[in-house]
C-alpha cells in the first residue's frame, strides 16, 4: 500500500520561508512524478507544482501564485519530496497535500495534509 | 487563464441520480483534459473516484460514472445514498506538466 506522510507545517510570519517535507512508502520514489495541492481554509483544492523523476528530466512546474516564490525538489535516496516555501503571504495558508501523479494524469493517494498558517 | 468551471452547489434525493459538471472558461472539455474527479469530506484528504473521464478507482462503486456531457466533463452518482455528501471537485490536465482544479460542488443529500 503507498502512503504518503507530510510534515514541516506550522506558523509563520508574512515574508517568512518554510519547507515541508512528504515522505513517500510502498512506492518505487525515484520513477514518480510528484505534485503538491494545497486547500486554504474553507475553500476549494489547488495544484501548487510538479516535479517529475530523474529519469523524465526531474524538471519542475508550477502554479502561477507560487511560481518564483516555491521550489519543489526530491530526494530519491530517502524516498522523501520536498517543498520550499519563500516570501511567504498571508494567502499561503492552507492545508498542503502531497500526492502521486499516475499517468495518464490522475492524483492517487493523498497524503493528510500538513496545515501552514501565515500570519502576524 | 483558464478558470475550471463546477456548480458550487447541488442537491439530490436519497436514491436519486445526480449529475455534477466541470467546464472550461473557454473552450470544450474533452478526453485530451484526462478528467478526474476527487471526493473529499470535510477535515479529509481528498479519494479519487474517476480519472482518464471514466475510469473508476479502485474500490469505487459503480454508482459513480464519469463522462463527457456535451461541452463538459460529467460525474453521475445513482442510488445517491448519505454519505456521499460531502465535496465533489475535478481536475483537468492543460498539457505541459500543468493541472487545474474546478472550485468544488458541494452535494447535499436531503
Known amino acids: 500500500e503507498v502512503q504518503l506522510l507530510e510534515s514541516g507545517g506550522g506558523s509563520i510570519n508574512p515574508g517568512g520561508s518554510l519547507r515541508l517535507s512528504c515522505v513517500a512508502s510502498?512506492?518505487?520514489?525515484?520513477?514518480?512524478?510528484m505534485i503538491w495541492v494545497r486547500q486554504a481554509p474553507g475553500k476549494g483544492l489547488e495544484w501548487v507544482g510538479l516535479?517529475?523523476?530523474?529519469?523524465?528530466?526531474?524538471?519542475?512546474d508550477y502554479g502561477a501564485p507560487v511560481k518564483g516564490r516555491f521550489t519543489i525538489s526530491r530526494d530519491d535516496s530517502k524516498n522523501t519530496l520536498y517543498l520550499q516555501m519563500d516570501s511567504l503571504k498571508t494567502e499561503d495558508t492552507a492545508v498542503y497535500y502531497c500526492?502521486?501523479?499516475?499517468?495518464?494524469?490522475?492524483?492517487?493517494?493523498w497524503g493528510r495534509g500538513t496545515l501552514v498558517t501565515v500570519s502576524s | 487563464q483558464t478558470v475550471v468551471t463546477q456548480e458550487p452547489s447541488f442537491s439530490v434525493s436519497p436514491g436519486g441520480t445526480v449529475t455534477l459538471t466541470c467546464g472550461l472558461s473557454s473552450g470544450s472539455v474533452s478526453t485530451s483534459y484526462y478528467p478526474s474527479w476527487y471526493q473529499q469530506t470535510p477535515g479529509q484528504a481528498p479519494r479519487t473516484l474517476i480519472y482518464?473521464?471514466?475510469t473508476r478507482s479502485s474500490g469505487v462503486p459503480d454508482r459513480f460514472s464519469g463522462s463527457i456531457l456535451g461541452k463538459k466533463a460529467a460525474l453521475t452518482i445513482t442510488g445517491a445514498q448519505a454519505d456521499d455528501e460531502c465535496d465533489y471537485y475535478c481536475v483537468l490536465y492543460m498539457g505541459s506538466g500543468i493541472w487545474v482544479f474546478g472550485g468544488g460542488t458541494k452535494l447535499t443529500v436531503l
Open positions: 500526492t502521486h501523479v499516475h499517468p495518464p494524469w490522475y492524483f492517487d493517494p
Open positions: 482518464s473521464t471514466n
Open positions: 510502498g512506492l518505487t520514489f525515484r520513477n514518480a512524478w
Open positions: 516535479i517529475r523523476s530523474k529519469a523524465d528530466g526531474g524538471t519542475t
